[in-house]
Each structure stands twice: as structure tokens, then as C-alpha cells.
């Protein structure tokens, strides 16, 4: 037999009960044994025994005697062990094993998922206890909504870049919506938009309003509308291969560096092009002379008219851009070397310093006077590419070899120093230092 409590209704006698025996009490179900309560609060067995008699006499609970529980070893008495060698003896005070009508075939099955409906109002309300700010809960205004076709695919609440602004300090007003709809055709202060940062798009539509509108015409009534019309189909026509037609429209009084700058960028006839070189205004603008050197039916003596003014760094930059035409880089390389002799000392000496000395083998044949190397001489070379092409330039000067001989990065660099002593033109004296 065995000892089971079970709870009376009601609440029991005397003071309060402690945490202990509330503990043992919570254990109490009417069907668990003195053994079992044991195990399951992992108490001593003399304490918990003396707790339940405690609540025995206070009137919480009657202990009754009741059948003991089969034993382990009593129900496999009559089934042999499939694995004798893998029997565990019982552990004093563990659980006991359930026994063998726990199988999950008796168990019932599970009931299937329920779908739990979603309550607004409650999760609104369960916002709330969090503390959420109320702003966060609100909808936008309707006329905020927009429509189903403004939603964008990745979020649907999320700004269009379309409509996020360039510059947030730009005041807003008529000028910064004009802005927004043509950002790459409003001119900067004091002057005008480069056809090269032009709109595409734009571009594309002059050209289509001249082949749909003026291209059928004869060359006569091209010239003849080159002289009065204005906007975009002045633009148009800069498009025209026609050269009348370009000097027509330099004859315009609307016309502007705009138009000069698309006919300098598009126009393919020399004869035009040498029109658009006639008018002085126009070709000192820098963005016309720079289209002009790329077009490539500028022809040599073109070039030359724009690079002669021009210093010598200019000149050796144009000789090496990769968007010039190979006759005209040719043309800038020629007028480089031929003007590099009579240029002032502070003009060569501005070339080799700023490029480095990657300017040199462009000069070969070429000698560097004695006021060009005093200025070289007046500073401390701290690159060393530019020490580099001076060890390899044959005309380098002995002040000049000799003055980076004392330079600390000659000194502290074995292999540097080596190549400038290799130098035919190294004094004998500076050897000997060395």
C-alpha cells in the first residue's frame, strides 16, 4: 500500500503557509504518492513527510492508503531483455520509468493547427502597453496615399529617387523646379552648358527635329531659316552638315556659344569649322577650342591657330589626351618640341616640374639652358620620377645631376644613386663625393 495525498477545500487553519509548503502543497493532485511528491520537488524524504503532516493537521489535505505502484523489475518479471548486458540499475530517488502501456500507438493523435484570427484592435492595443509613439501609428493623410501604379516594387512607401531633391539646401521654388526637369541644360553662373554634360536626351531630340523637319529641305531654305529662327530649332541646325547652313547660323543675332559648341562638337566639314575659328569671341571660348581639338576634320592648320597661344604644359596635355585625333596629337606634338626652344625659362621649367619629367622623351634633342637648370637647382627633388627621367634624359645638365647627388633621397637610396652616377654628365668632382 501506498501513502497518497490528496487536497481538501478550503483554506487551511493557522497563520499563513510558507513558501516551502505552498512548494509541496502546488505537488498535491490526489494522485501522486508521498514517493512521487519526493521526486518531483527533490526534497529530502523526512522533510517532506514532515511538511505534508503539517498540512495534514492544519486541514489542507487527508493522506490516504491506497495501492503502491508496480515496481520496475516486478513489470519485466515475465518479458526477457532483448540486451542483458545493457540493464541499468535504478538510481535511489530518479523518476521510475512509465510503464509499458505508454507506447505511441495508445496516444491520441495530435489535434490538427487551429488558425488563431488576428485581432486588430488588440495589437493596437498591445502597441500601446509598449509604449509606442503615437506617430507611428497614425496613417498618412489620403492625399499622401498616391496610387497603386506610384508604389515602387521593393516598398511600396519608399521615395522615388525621381522625386528626392539634388542639393537639400537649394531653396526651393520656380528656378529649383526648373532645375529638376533639366538639370543638365541650366548654364552656370556666367555662362553655358557644355555639349559634352548636355542631357542626352536632348541632344537627341535636336537632331531628330532636324532630320524630321529640316533635313528634306534644299540647302537654300536650310540657309534661309539658319537666319531668323530661334530655340530649338536653331539647336537643330547646328546638326547640319552643310557649311552655309553653319556660317548662316553664326550670322544669327540669337545665336550663342551654345550653338557655337554643338556646331564645334558635331560639325564634319573643315570649311565650317574653319568659319566657326574666324569669329575671335568664339575661340576663346576654352569648351569650343576643346570640342574643336576633338572633332576629328580639324584640319592642321586649325590646330595650330588654337594651340600657339597656348603654354607649353597645355600643349603637351593636348598632345596626349586619348580623346584627340591621332593628326591632331601628332600636330601638338610637333608644336610642343619646335616651341619648347623658345619658350622662357619659367615656362620649361613648369613643364618638367609639374609632369614629373615624363615630358623628357618627348624632348629628345632638345637642351636644357642654363637658367632653366638654376631654377631646378633652387629646389629639393622629392620625387622620384622625376630623379628617374633626368638619369635617363641625355642633355641633363652636370648642375642638375650634381645638385641630386646632395638631395637626402639620392642618399638614402643605394639604387637611385647608382642611375644618376651612370649619367655621362656627372662631374668627376661629384663622383668622388659620392
Same mark, same amino acid.
Given at each position: 500500500?501506498?501513502?497518497?495525498?490528496?487536497?481538501?477545500?478550503?483554506?487551511?487553519?493557522?497563520?499563513?503557509?510558507?513558501?516551502?509548503?505552498?512548494?509541496? #502543497?502546488?505537488?498535491?493532485?490526489?494522485?501522486?504518492?508521498?514517493?512521487?511528491?519526493?521526486?518531483?520537488?527533490?526534497?529530502?524524504?523526512?522533510?517532506?513527510?514532515?511538511? #505534508?503532516?503539517?498540512?495534514?493537521?492544519?486541514?489542507?489535505?487527508?493522506?490516504?492508503?491506497?495501492?503502491?505502484?508496480?515496481?520496475?523489475?516486478?513489470?519485466?518479471?515475465?518479458?526477457? #531483455?532483448?540486451?542483458?548486458?545493457?540493464?541499468?540499475?535504478?538510481?535511489?530517488?530518479?523518476?521510475?520509468?512509465?510503464?509499458?502501456?505508454?507506447?505511441?500507438?495508445?496516444?491520441?493523435?495530435?489535434?490538427?493547427?487551429?488558425?488563431?484570427?488576428?485581432?486588430?484592435?488588440?495589437?493596437?492595443?498591445?502597441?500601446?502597453?509598449?509604449?509606442?509613439?503615437?506617430?507611428?501609428?497614425?496613417?498618412?493623410?489620403?492625399?499622401? $496615399?498616391?496610387?497603386?501604379?506610384?508604389?515602387?516594387?521593393?516598398?511600396?512607401?519608399?521615395?522615388?529617387?525621381?522625386?528626392?531633391?539634388?542639393?537639400?539646401?537649394?531653396?526651393?521654388?520656380?528656378?529649383?523646379?526648373?532645375?529638376?526637369?533639366?538639370?543638365?541644360?541650366?548654364?552656370?553662373?556666367?555662362?553655358?552648358?557644355?555639349?559634352?554634360?548636355?542631357?542626352?536626351?536632348?541632344?537627341?531630340?535636336?537632331?531628330?527635329?532636324?532630320?524630321?523637319?529640316?533635313?528634306?529641305?534644299?540647302?537654300?531654305?536650310?540657309?534661309?531659316?539658319?537666319?531668323?529662327?530661334?530655340?530649338?530649332?536653331?539647336?537643330?541646325?547646328?546638326?547640319?552638315?552643310?557649311?552655309?547652313?553653319?556660317?548662316?547660323?553664326?550670322?544669327?543675332?540669337?545665336?550663342?556659344?551654345?550653338?557655337?559648341?554643338?556646331?564645334?562638337?558635331?560639325?564634319?566639314?573643315?570649311?565650317?569649322?574653319?568659319?566657326?575659328?574666324?569669329?575671335?569671341?568664339?575661340?576663346?571660348?576654352?569648351?569650343?577650342?576643346?570640342?574643336?581639338?576633338?572633332?576629328?576634320?580639324?584640319?592642321?592648320?586649325?590646330?595650330?591657330?588654337?594651340?600657339?597661344?597656348?603654354?607649353?604644359?597645355?600643349?603637351?596635355?593636348?598632345?596626349?589626351?586619348?580623346?584627340? @585625333?591621332?593628326?591632331?596629337?601628332?600636330?601638338?606634338?610637333?608644336?610642343?618640341?619646335?616651341?619648347?626652344?623658345?619658350?622662357?625659362?619659367?615656362?620649361?621649367?613648369?613643364?618638367? $616640374?609639374?609632369?614629373? @619629367?615624363?615630358?623628357?622623351?618627348?624632348?629628345?634633342?632638345?637642351?636644357?639652358?642654363?637658367?632653366?637648370?638654376a631654377l631646378f637647382c633652387a629646389r629639393n627633388f622629392t620625387s622620384v620620377v622625376l630623379i628617374q627621367a633626368f638619369?635617363?634624359?641625355?642633355?641633363?645638365?652636370?648642375?642638375?645631376?650634381?645638385?641630386?647627388?646632395?638631395?637626402? #633621397?639620392?642618399?638614402?637610396?643605394?639604387?637611385?644613386?647608382?642611375?644618376?652616377?651612370?649619367?655621362?654628365?656627372?662631374?668627376?668632382?661629384?663622383?668622388?663625393?659620392?
Amino acid at each position: 500500500m501506498k501513502k497518497t495525498p490528496r487536497r481538501i477545500a478550503g483554506d487551511a487553519a493557522g497563520p499563513p503557509l510558507s513558501r516551502l509548503e505552498n512548494f509541496v #502543497l502546488s505537488r498535491v493532485d490526489g494522485q501522486l504518492s508521498v514517493r512521487d511528491i519526493v521526486d518531483l520537488t527533490g526534497l529530502a524524504a523526512p522533510q517532506v513527510e514532515q511538511i #505534508l503532516t503539517r498540512l495534514s493537521e492544519r486541514g489542507a489535505i487527508e493522506v490516504a492508503e491506497g495501492p503502491s505502484a508496480p515496481r520496475l523489475d516486478e513489470l519485466l518479471a515475465d518479458e526477457p #531483455l532483448a540486451h542483458a548486458d545493457e540493464i541499468v540499475e535504478e538510481v535511489p530517488g530518479a523518476i521510475p520509468p512509465p510503464p509499458d502501456s505508454w507506447i505511441a500507438e495508445d496516444l491520441p493523435e495530435a489535434p490538427p493547427p487551429m488558425l488563431v484570427a488576428v485581432d486588430a484592435e488588440a495589437d493596437v492595443a498591445a502597441a500601446d502597453d509598449r509604449d509606442v509613439p503615437d506617430s507611428q501609428l497614425e496613417l498618412p493623410p489620403e492625399e499622401d $496615399w498616391g496610387t497603386a501604379d506610384d508604389a515602387s516594387p521593393v516598398d511600396s512607401g519608399a521615395d522615388s529617387l525621381e522625386n528626392l531633391p539634388e542639393d537639400p539646401d537649394a531653396p526651393a521654388g520656380e528656378e529649383g523646379e526648373e532645375e529638376k526637369k533639366h538639370p543638365s541644360l541650366v548654364p552656370a553662373e556666367g555662362d553655358v552648358t557644355d555639349p559634352d554634360e548636355a542631357n542626352p536626351q536632348d541632344l537627341h531630340n535636336y537632331r531628330k527635329i532636324f532630320e524630321v523637319k529640316y533635313h528634306k529641305l534644299t540647302p537654300d531654305e536650310r540657309v534661309k531659316a539658319a537666319k531668323f529662327v530661334d530655340g530649338a530649332d536653331l539647336m537643330a541646325l547646328c546638326f547640319d552638315p552643310d557649311p552655309h547652313v553653319v556660317k548662316a547660323i553664326l550670322e544669327n543675332d540669337r545665336a550663342s556659344l551654345e550653338h557655337a559648341r554643338l556646331i564645334a562638337a558635331h560639325h564634319r566639314n573643315p570649311v565650317g569649322l574653319a568659319a566657326l575659328c574666324e569669329r575671335v569671341t568664339i575661340l576663346k571660348d576654352g569648351r569650343v577650342q576643346r570640342m574643336l581639338l576633338r572633332n576629328p576634320q580639324l584640319t592642321e592648320a586649325l590646330a595650330r591657330k588654337i594651340l600657339m597661344p597656348k603654354r607649353l604644359l597645355e600643349i603637351y596635355k593636348a598632345s596626349n589626351d586619348r580623346d584627340v @585625333g591621332d593628326r591632331t596629337r601628332t600636330t601638338a606634338k610637333g608644336l610642343f618640341k619646335g616651341k619648347f626652344s623658345r619658350a622662357t625659362p619659367e615656362e620649361k621649367f613648369e613643364v618638367i $616640374w609639374n609632369t614629373e @619629367g615624363r615630358v623628357l622623351p618627348a624632348l629628345l634633342g632638345q637642351t636644357i639652358d642654363m637658367k632653366t637648370a638654376a631654377l631646378f637647382c633652387a629646389r629639393n627633388f622629392t620625387s622620384v620620377v622625376l630623379i628617374q627621367a633626368f638619369s635617363r634624359f641625355p642633355a641633363t645638365p652636370p648642375s642638375i645631376l650634381s645638385h641630386m647627388l646632395r638631395q637626402p #633621397l639620392v642618399k638614402r637610396h643605394v639604387h637611385i644613386r647608382n642611375m644618376v652616377l651612370q649619367h655621362p654628365n656627372v662631374p668627376s668632382e661629384a663622383k668622388r663625393k659620392a
